[in-house]
């Protein structure tokens, strides 16, 4: 049996009334909690992202990561991600 947690962050956030009506109503429907619901919203959306998307993006908005790759080595890891 595995027991070991996976690390969690807390935010709060602010709704507006009738968005927390609404995924209220249908957190009822899926038969659990508004928080449950909208985290399993939130990890459904992660799932969905579109990995080269994200790669390209960070590649433009924060070109300065820790690891300095060769130019061989950045062109293979871009043809893996299709970009």
Do not use: H
């Not at 009334?17 to 899926?30: G, M, N, Q, T």
């Not at 959306?45 to 080595?73: F, I, K």
Request: one cysteine or more.
């Amino acid at each position: 049996m595995n027991t070991a947690a996976i690390p969690t962050k807390r935010k709060n956030i602010d709704i507006r009334e009738d968005v927390y009506r609404f995924l209220s109503i249908k957190a009822a429907a899926s038969g659990t909690n508004l928080k449950s619901y909208i985290e399993a919203l939130l990890e459904k959306d992660v799932e969905d992202m579109n990995e080269s998307a994200t790669y390209q993006y960070l590649c433009d908005v924060r070109p300065d990561g820790d690891v300095v790759l060769t130019e061989e080595e950045t062109k293979d890891f871009e043809n893996w991600l299709g970009i």
